[in-house]
């Protein structure tokens, strides 16, 4: 199935009454590959995330999901949770949305619900103990170290995820949306908030989901740096349009991306944009 | 002047003679507009009808006095004691040994609970009590599930408990079914109420779930009393067939369980069995909920309670798990039910007001929600607590009330406020309660 897109979003639309969120978009997200969707506030980003994850249903167009396996699944007509337990979508969002009340571990727990459920009877057969389901659970136990190890949290297992350091909370709801085993992980804004450092180790996180388990990842994203570091495509948006789309060294070079980020003045567009490079 | 940080906080605490004065101003202000009215002024109706009235003014000026002269108080014994929380004036001696206490009260009390018959065999009143505060504990935990662990506030559980309760009264009066077939019944019976319950509450959220819930409760009890040809209505289904010991019954007759065992016919007996059946279907719900909350079904309760976007963006299905929540709460109101019909004998729609709900809400409340623990001594405390304070009649109320209000100023969370996480790596260690959220439908 080489070429086919893992994603693929056809004239998509959304409207909030009178207020057109995003007009007629299209574009597409190569499998094991990083794209990264940025624009200026406002511009219908995170909209546009809402409705791959199925928190917004679009007034029109189609949003396809395409499997290794060729099984193709239309978005646009799927709720929230069976897009995330059927066409296997993970996302994280723009403010933390942990379980902060629960360990790491049980955050980590909670995102494989489904299998845990399968392997539990719904319920009724891991009331009574079988064995299988003490398997299952050694397992979700084993994936949900092996991602606290990743994120470097491992020695936090066992802390109230309320209580880990912010940049740790970013890290680990990544792993919790890793834990529900994707085919296409949506990253809201995974560095806001996060210092230099810390954003060093995002962008080495996020490429090792690319590059070991073969993630595809779709990201929003404002601090430059990181886009175009790990970035293969980008596309920008502006007031809910596609203005501009390509390799990070396109988009840089690119004078309506420069225009909408700072007004006209190229010059100082032209500094921002080389910061983060 | 460069004031060590210590000798600023002293300063700020021992912050000025003025401050105090215009403390107690304002209090005394506060307590002349309260009470000039109800102090102040006596009416009465005269000997013609008329109104009559007095003025109190000397009783007024004392009752201000003591407010402004007891806010002084109040405010010097806060700066005597400072902001320090209420732990710090606990010595670490008692602390340690009350977390001693922690660990071995569950088990403690499961023994005691155990023996109440053997200790209290002569003394029916506490054993009636025992089994009153039994069924709290059992409806207690029940709905713990719903509000502790789901986060789903339920003003109708009481709902639960009359369909439990009737589903075995009307099964056993006009099929003669025994109360072990008719038990799980009633708890199915119940669940399923549960999930009719659930479905149109399901896109509610806090405030609007309470309504609709608190709108159900009373539904099926004006259904009860209404359905005259099914429930009786108001006069209620009586002769309701007593438990018996696996289809022995417990009386007097030369088939009765005492004429079996060869020993001496005592009332008694039947008690002390319903003790036991109660304290039986308690720990099962105690149990059964312990491995729920271990299994993906109980992890999801909690997450959802925690945040239900999240849930869902992890493929979670919120609605069935909103659901199960709901039918398992509800099926263990069931139980309850049944029991409380086969102990009773006799049951009408005044048993199951809206009173009850709050009661039970409360006992969740006050224990911490999610704490089985803590629901068990809040039912206690409760139950047996109200009884406790009998002897003090008309006041009862209002010295339970303010028995109530101090507890929730000293943990606000409930007694049990922390939770102990359901699987962990190296070591469990108890969640502040500060980080676990209460839910919000």
């Given at each position: 199935m080489s070429g086919e897109p893992i994603l693929s979003v056809d004239r998509l639309t959304m409207r909030f009454g009178g207020i057109v969120a995003v007009?007629?978009?299209?574009?597409?997200?190569?499998?094991?590959?990083?794209?990264?969707?940025?624009?200026?506030?406002?511009?219908?980003?995170?909209?546009?995330?809402?409705?791959?994850?199925?928190?917004?249903?679009p007034s029109g167009g189609a949003i396809r999901l395409t499997h290794d396996d060729g099984r193709q699944i239309a978005l646009e007509r799927l709720n929230d949770f069976r897009i995330a337990k059927q066409a296997k979508v993970a996302r994280t969002f723009q403010n933390i949305r942990l379980f902060p009340g629960m360990t790491a571990l049980e955050n980590l727990m909670v995102a494989q619900h489904n299998t845990l459920m399968r392997a539990s009877g719904f319920t009724f057969l891991g009331l009574i103990g079988v064995p299988t389901y003490r398997d299952a659970?050694?397992?979700?136990?084993?994936?949900?170290?092996?991602?606290?190890?990743?994120?470097?949290?491992?020695?936090?297992?066992?802390?109230?995820?309320?209580?880990?350091?912010?940049?740790?909370?970013?890290?680990?709801?990544?792993?919790?949306?890793?834990?529900?085993?994707?085919?296409?992980?949506?990253?809201?804004?995974?560095?806001?908030?996060?210092?230099?450092?810390e954003s060093a180790a995002l962008s080495e996180l996020l490429l090792s989901i690319r590059n070991e388990i073969g993630t595809s990842i779709l990201l929003i994203e404002h601090d430059m740096s990181v886009v175009m570091e790990i970035s293969d495509h980008i596309v920008v948006m502006d007031h809910g349009?596609?203005?501009?789309?390509?390799?990070?060294?396109?988009?840089?070079?690119?004078?309506?991306?420069?225009?909408?980020?700072?007004?006209?003045?190229?010059?100082?567009?032209?500094a921002v944009m080389e910061s983060g490079s | 002047m460069t004031a060590t940080p210590h000798e600023t906080a002293k300063a700020s605490r021992t912050a000025g003679i003025p401050f105090l004065l215009k403390t107690a101003f304002i209090n005394a202000v506060i307590a002349l507009v309260l009470f000039s009215l109800m102090i102040g002024i006596r009416t009465e109706a005269g000997s013609d009808g008329q109104l009559t009235y007095w003025t109190r003014f000397g009783d007024l000026a004392s009752i201000v006095a003591a407010v402004f002269g007891g806010s002084i108080v109040i405010e010097l014994l806060r700066q005597w004691i400072g902001p320090t929380g209420a732990e710090k004036l606990v010595p670490p001696a008692v602390q340690s040994g009350m977390s001693f206490i922690?660990?071995?009260?569950?088990?403690?009390?499961?023994?005691?609970?155990?023996?109440?018959?053997?200790?209290?065999?002569?003394?029916?009143?506490?054993?009636?009590?025992?089994?009153?505060?039994?069924?709290?504990?059992?409806?207690?935990?029940?709905?713990?599930?719903?509000?502790?662990?789901?986060?789903l506030l339920d003003l109708g559980y009481v709902a639960f408990y009359a369909v439990g309760a009737y589903s075995y009264a009307l099964l056993a009066t006009n099929f003669g079914w025994s109360f072990w077939v008719c038990l799980p019944l009633a708890g199915i019976l119940a669940a399923f109420w549960g999930v009719l319950l659930g479905f149109p509450v399901l896109r509610l959220r806090g405030d609007y779930l309470a309504i609709v819930t608190l709108a159900f409760g009373e539904i099926i009890r004006l259904v009860i009393i209404n359905w005259q040809d099914l429930t009786g209505g108001p006069n209620g289904v009586s002769g309701i067939p007593r438990p018996t010991f696996f289809g022995i019954p417990l009386d007097n007759s030369d088939d009765g369980l005492a004429a079996k065992l060869r020993i001496e016919y005592s009332p008694t007996h039947r008690i002390v069995f319903l003790f036991y059946l109660i304290l039986a279907l308690a720990l099962l719900t105690n149990w059964v909920t312990i491995r729920l909350r271990r299994l993906p079904i109980g992890r999801a309760w909690e997450a959802l309670r925690e945040d239900e976007v999240a849930c869902r963006a992890l493929g979670i299905n919120t609605t069935t798990t909103k659901l199960t929540a709901f039918a398992t709460g509800a099926m263990?109101?069931?139980?309850?039910?049944?029991?409380?019909?086969?102990?009773?004998?006799?049951?009408?729609?005044?048993?199951?007001?809206?009173?009850?709900s709050a009661l039970v809400l409360a006992i969740v409340v006050l224990g911490g929600m999610g704490s089985q623990l803590g629901v068990a001594l809040a039912a206690l405390a409760m139950i047996g607590g109200f009884e406790l304070f009998r002897s003090l009649e008309t006041y009862r109320m209002l010295v339970f009330g303010m028995a109530m209000v101090l507890i929730m100023i000293w943990r606000p969370r409930g007694l049990i406020g922390h939770r102990a996480p359901t699987v962990y790596l190296t070591k469990a260690q108890a969640i502040s309660s500060d980080l676990v959220k209460e839910g919000h439908g």
């Open positions: 007009h007629d978009l299209s574009f597409a997200a190569e499998p094991k590959k990083i794209t990264a969707l940025i624009g200026p506030n406002g511009a219908g980003k995170t909209t546009v995330f809402n409705c791959i994850t199925g928190f917004y249903k659970e050694k397992q979700a136990i084993a994936l949900a170290t092996d991602w606290l190890k990743r994120i470097n949290l491992l020695d936090r297992a066992d802390d109230a995820a309320g209580n880990l350091a912010y940049g740790d909370q970013r890290r680990l709801e990544i792993a919790r949306a890793m834990c529900t085993e994707p085919a296409l992980l949506c990253l809201d804004e995974p560095a806001a908030g996060l210092n230099a450092r349009v596609k203005i501009a789309q390509g390799t990070p060294r396109e988009v840089r070079d690119d004078p309506k991306v420069i225009a909408a980020y700072l007004g006209t003045d190229e010059e100082e567009a032209a | 922690g660990r071995y009260l569950a088990p403690a009390l499961l023994v005691f609970t155990l023996l109440v018959p053997v200790i209290f065999y002569n003394q029916r009143y506490i054993l009636d009590l025992a089994i009153l505060v039994l069924t709290y504990v059992m409806l207690g935990w029940g709905l713990n599930v719903v509000v502790g662990l789901a986060g263990f109101g069931g139980f309850a039910g049944a029991f409380f019909a086969t102990r009773q004998g006799f049951i009408s729609p005044e048993s199951f007001t809206f009173q009850e």
